[in-house]
């Protein structure tokens, strides 16, 4: 049963939350799951928006090229310490995330990527815009520590690859 949400009402959770990791689900080759830390909900060109950050490297981001959609799974309270281990460190490339973490997938209503019973706030979202980052913008401090160049882009955590940013437009959002 989806229990319809608005969304907005459940900005102080979605922000609390993606400091310990929330879920960036995609549905391309096959369905993969990655923990995000960076995100924010909002509004623009008058349309609700989700948008997230994902660097070169990510399996993550061929599925969202090829696919426009995505999926953000919230957890009730702190995330489960499992999957945020197999989703937040290992790759969809190499592993079935959804076999690995043990993760219950509900189909999705208007797009083609599941939600996950485990974590029940569910936000459904087309691709409207994505954009490069451009590192020579962003603050010496920042860049050195989040973009390394000496580290490659297959490293889970900070590495040289700069994020593209993807602003989702929000189609539905529902608990589960
Ligand atoms: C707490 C936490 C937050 C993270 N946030 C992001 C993020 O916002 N963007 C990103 O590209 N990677 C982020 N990562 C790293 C990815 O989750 C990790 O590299 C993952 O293995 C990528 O999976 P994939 O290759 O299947 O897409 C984060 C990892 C953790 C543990």
């Not at 997938?105 to 990527?113: A, I, R, T």
Request: hydrophobic content about 35%; proline content about 5%.
């Amino acid at each position: 049963m989806k229990e319809q949400i608005n969304v907005n009402e459940y900005a102080n959770r979605i922000y609390e939350a993606l400091s310990r990791g929330i879920l960036l689900n995609t549905n391309g080759d096959k369905f993969n799951s990655m923990v995000i830390g960076w995100g924010h909900l909002g509004r623009l060109w008058n349309l609700p928006t989700f948008v997230v950050y994902v660097r070169e490297g990510r399996y993550t981001k061929g599925q969202l090229d090829k696919t426009g959609e995505f999926t953000i799974s919230v957890p009730e309270g702190m995330p489960d310490a499992e999957i945020n281990r197999i989703c937040g460190s290992l790759s969809g490339r190499n592993i079935d995330k959804e076999k690995e973490a043990k993760l219950t997938l509900v189909e999705g209503s208007q797009v083609k990527v599941p939600g996950i019973k485990e974590y029940p706030l569910t936000i459904e979202c087309k691709v409207l815009y994505t954009q490069e980052q451009v590192l020579s913008n962003i603050p010496e401090d920042l860049r050195t520590k989040f973009y390394p160049q000496d580290i490659d882009g297959t490293n889970p955590m900070a590495n040289r690859d700069a994020h593209t940013m993807y602003v989702g437009r929000i189609v539905d959002a529902y608990l589960l």
